[in-house]
Each structure stands twice: as structure tokens, then as C-alpha cells.
């Protein structure tokens, strides 16, 4: 260690005071500060309290010999550089390995000659401060290596998540573009329907969460898409998760993302739904179905705007408006405690209440037509015209799957169709109410209405065929679906679910089947006795 002169600090190791006398005054004219212990003991007690630049140690002492010094001094961490020059009278070639094996640099044979001890001294001491220097040099250097390298990996691993976001938005993309050629404009212009679509004209430009009421099958999806192109989010993605077809396991994994080994599975880094729709619209179909568990997530997501992937302790922060869709009474399942209240207020911001398709009957030509228009196109059919009677029947239908299983019946009659005229010639169930069939000598044949724009925006409905009297009282539309349903339920013999079940049967989902049910209150004694 050199003093603050700057001068190399040496000790001097030996029991003899004319071998001490001659470096002390040797080195220090040479401006070299000394300093000197006459046994290993103190040699090492001294090396440790102020470690020194370089050692001259004696062999052969009393107590600890300069081999066994020479040993301990190396075992010492922080004294295992300095140089250790051995001073023997000894000539033999063994004890020179000797000195060697015990970590010695060099050695100086005695009687000393002053030019040998300063030569070898300026050596080893030039020599050390070189390896500090390159030691320090290649410190610097790791250190500059390791910065950058977690540079790199930094980027990398964002060049990585940038890579799978644009993996995934891709294919959303895809999907997206693929769904909007399968979906239509929203059509109809029946008071229930224009009601929906003003307050969707209200909230679309602000940054409201909606959530969207309405049976199976009445366009919840087409209002969500339509909230978002009418808002200011619509240059960036609409992404959509539908909470009933994604696993318990795995919906966190869908809505948050996943990090590489957060489960089983987990190979890679996922990118989740939140994250995707940064920026954009995130629309949640079928929220009641989410578990309880992801509920409580959700809702610190729409609060606090930031989560944690699956397995991961990195908050990313997002910013996406939230769209809802359920078709359960979710007020109710929230005082059932099958859904969270404080949710539930949450994502009820801003209702909007779908009508199913038996209370806007004066839309269904309209949307007959529209299906019946695009069938055409898909299967190169030049079907051009509904017969009146077919129209009759279809406006008369309850729908219980509304426009979805409307679209199902004439893609079904298209397929059927052998020229220019559509016709459904088949029990479509109980109607709404009794119609009037044309006899076979007035059968029009009604033209399809000019297609619309593909804007959000009703559709002008064609002129309505004309229905015949009513005999007897008229049964609700609620009396009538009740019937319908008894009807299949005894059909399947009670069995709702599975490919012969009444939910199949009516195009709906068990748990929709069920809660119509329990609505209509209908019990097994009405099908089953």
C-alpha cells in the first residue's frame, strides 16, 4: 500500500539485525517506505492491518519459518497478490521449489547485493502495478460488457414481446377481417332497435364502459363493433375474448398474458387480450361466465388500468375501454353472489338493452331479405324474391335463438332453394301469433329491397304483407314461447343439454335454455307427466 507521498510501502521479514539494518537503509534511500517484523507472526498480523506493496521474507526464523509464512500469507484473500520475495542463504535447488510451491514470486540469496535487491524489488513491484492496472482494465471492462449485455437483453426481450403483440394482432387482424365480411350493417328500423342504436350513438365517442343486454343471437357482438368504430379508438384494434369458450384455467392467461414457465405448458411469452387492445376496445362476450377469481382481477384492471401477466411480477399499464356483453341478469347474479357486485357496477356504466327478435317483428323481412341476399352471393344462386307466404310464416315465428337462428333458417331455405324464390316450407314451431297463408293462387312473389350501405344504420324495411284476422283471444308472446318450449322439452324427454337436448334443438345455450325456464316457470311436472 504506498503512503500519500505516493511512495511503495515494503516489509522487511527477518530475525537478523544486520540483514534488517542493510534494506531498511537500502530501500529507504531508494524512497521506499519500510516496514519491519522479525517472525512470521507479526509479519502477518502487520500484512493484515496495513497490507503492504511488496514482502522480503527470510526463510529460515524461529517459530513460523518463511515457508509456512509465505503459505498463510496467500490463504489471506486480500494479501494473496502482493509479491513475496524470498531471502536464503540456501543454494539448494529443493528448497528454491520449496519456496516456489509456497507462493513465492522470487528470491535473493544472501550475502545481498545492492543492485540485485533494488533490481528485483523495481521488478516485482512494476510488475504488480501492472497487473492492477490490467485488473482494473478488465473490471471496467466486464462491467461495460455486463451493461451492455443487459442493454441487449432488455431489447431483446421488448423486440420479443413487440414480435408476439404483432403475432397476435395479426391474427386478430385476420379474424377481424374475416368477421366483418360475415357480419352485416345492423338492421332494422323498429322503435325497440332505433332506442338501442341512439344510446349507442351517445357513448360511442366517450370512453364509457358499456355493457350490453340481450338474449343469444341478438347482435351483441354487431354493437360492440359498433361502439368502436364510432369512437375515437377506431384506429386501433377491436379485440374480443369470449369468457364461455375459454377454460377457468386458462382465461387469465387469455386476458393477461403469460410469461415463458408460468405453467405447464407455458413455452413461450404470451401476449394477453388487455395488452393487445392497448390503445383500442376490449369486448367481453359472455362476462357472466368468468370465475370469481378472474372477477377480481378484472375489476382492478378497469380501476387502477395496469395487471401482471401469468407468472410474472411486472406491472404493465393499459389503457382500453372496456365493452361488456351478457345475456343473464346480472343484477340478479349479483345478489345471488354468482357474480361481484362491485363489478357488476362497474362494467354497468352505461347500458344498453338488445330487443330479442319476437319484439321487433316488423324487422324481420327486412333481415330475411338481407341473409337471403348474401346466401345468394355465397352459393352463386340467382334467389331474388321471398314468397309472401314464407314471409308470413317467418314475421308470425317467435325466433327463440332470434337473428342468428333466423339467419340459420334461410341459409338453411337457400340451400334448399331451386330457382329465383326463396321459400320455407318446414315447421318452424309455434308462432307468435296465427297467420294468414296466402292460397296457392295469390302467390307474389316479393322483391328484395335494394342492399344498404355498409354503414351503422337501419335499414328501410319492405312494405308488410297484409295478415288475416285473429279467432279467439290472442295468447301472449310469453304464453307462446312457454307452449314452444314444453313442446321440446318433451320431445327430448326433459334432456336440455348434449346433441339431442332442448338447447340444441332450440339453438340456445343450456344455461340460457335454463334461465328461460325458470323465467317462464316451467317445472318437470309441465314435461314430463
Known amino acids: ?42 509479519a502477518l498480523e502487520q500484512a493484515q492491518y496495513s497490507p503492504p506493496c511488496l514482502v522480503l521474507l527470510d526463510v529460515m526464523m524461529p517459530g513460523l519459518d ?100 404483432l403475432q397476435q394482432e395479426n391474427r386478430y387482424l385476420k379474424q377481424e377481417i374475416s368477421e366483418q365480411a360475415n357480419h352485416g350493417e345492423i338492421i332494422g328500423s323498429s322503435p325497440a332497435l332505433q332506442a338501442a342504436l341512439r344510446k349507442l350513438a351517445l357513448v360511442a365517442p366517450t370512453d364509457s364502459t358499456v355493457l350490453i343486454h340481450g338474449e343469444t ?44 414457465g408460468a405453467f405447464t405448458g407455458a413455452s ?77 357496477y362497474r362494467l354497468n356504466v352505461f347500458p344498453i338493452d338488445l330487443p330479442p327478435l319476437r319484439e ?16 345468394a352471393r355465397k352459393l352463386g344462386k340467382p334467389l331474388t324474391r321471398i314468397a309472401p307466404e314464407t314471409l308470413a310464416r317467418l314475421r308470425a315465428h317467435t325466433w327463440p335463438g332470434n337473428i342468428r337462428d333466423l339467419q340459420n333458417t334461410i341459409e338453411r331455405a337457400a340451400v334448399l332453394a331451386q330457382d329465383e324464390t326463396l321459400v320455407v316450407d318446414w315447421d318452424l314451431g309455434p308462432a307468435r301469433r296465427a297467420a ?4 296457392p293462387a295469390a302467390r307474389e312473389l316479393a322483391p328484395v329491397p335494394t342492399p344498404s350501405a355498409r354503414e351503422i344504420a337501419p335499414v328501410p324495411a319492405p312494405a308488410a304483407e297484409g295478415h288475416g284476422g285473429l279467432n279467439g283471444a290472442v295468447p301472449t308472446l310469453e304464453q307462446i314461447e312457454r307452449e314452444h318450449f314444453i313442446s ?5 324427454r326433459g334432456i336440455i343439454e348434449g346433441p339431442n337436448g332442448a338447447a340444441r334443438l332450440l339453438n340456445l ?4 335454455a335454463r334461465f328461460r325456464m325458470k323465467k317462464l316457470g316451467i317445472t318437470k311436472p309441465d314435461y314430463l307427466s
Open 1 to 42: 500500500m504506498k503512503d500519500e507521498s505516493g511512495a511503495a510501502s515494503i516489509l522487511v521479514v527477518d530475525d537478523t539485525p544486520a540483514n534488517i539494518g542493510f534494506l531498511l537503509e537500502t530501500l529507504s534511500k531508494a524512497g521506499y517506505r519500510v516496514r519491519v517484523a522479525t517472525d512470521g507472526e507479526s
Open 66 to 165: 518463511g515457508f509456512e509464512t509465505c503459505r498463510r500469507l496467500r490463504a489471506i484473500p486480500k494479501l494473496a497478490q502482493i509479491p513475496v520475495i524470498f531471502m536464503t542463504a540456501l543454494s539448494d535447488a529443493q528448497d528454491k521449489v520449496r519456496a516456489f510451491e509456497a507462493g513465492a514470486n522470487d528470491y535473493i540469496t544472501k550475502p545481498f547485493q545492492y543492485e540485485e535487491v533494488l533490481a528485483r524489488v523495481q521488478t516485482h513491484l512494476s510488475r504488480r502495478e501492472l497487473e492492477k492496472a490490467l485488473e482494473q482494465a478488465n473490471s471496467e471492462l466486464e462491467a461495460r460488457v455486463a451493461a451492455r449485455t443487459s442493454e441487449l437483453t432488455a431489447a431483446l426481450a421488448e423486440v420479443e414481446r413487440l414480435k408476439s403483440r
Open 217 to 260: 343471437g341478438t347482435g351483441k357482438e354487431l354493437i360492440a363493433r359498433a361502439i368502436h368504430e364510432q369512437s375515437n379508438r377506431r384506429d386501433r384494434p377491436l379485440v374480443k375474448l369470449n369468457c364461455s369458450a375459454i377454460s377457468a384455467g386458462l382465461v387469465e392467461s387469455e386476458l393477461f398474458g403469460h410469461v415463458k
Open 268 to 344: 413461450e411469452r404470451r401476449v394477453g387480450r388487455f395488452e393487445l387492445a392497448d390503445g383500442g376496445t376490449l369486448f367481453l362476450d359472455e362476462v357472466s361466465e368468468l370465475p370469481l377469481e378472474t372477477q377480481a382481477k378484472l375489476l382492478r384492471v378497469l380501476q387502477e388500468r395496469e395487471f401482471e401477466p401469468v407468472g410474472s411480477s411486472k406491472t404493465i399499464k393499459v389503457d382500453v375501454r372496456v365493452v361488456a356483453a351478457t345475456n343473464r341478469d346480472l343484477a340478479l347474479d349479483a345478489e345471488n353472489k354468482r357474480f361481484r357486485s362491485d363489478l357488476y
Open 360 to 375: 321487433r317483428p316488423e324487422d324481420i323481412g327486412t333481415l330475411a331479405h338481407h341473409f337471403m341476399g348474401r346466401m
Open 436 to 439: 294468414s297463408v296466402a292460397p
Open 488 to 492: 321440446v322439452l318433451r320431445k327430448t
Open 509 to 512: 345455450k343450456p344455461s340460457t
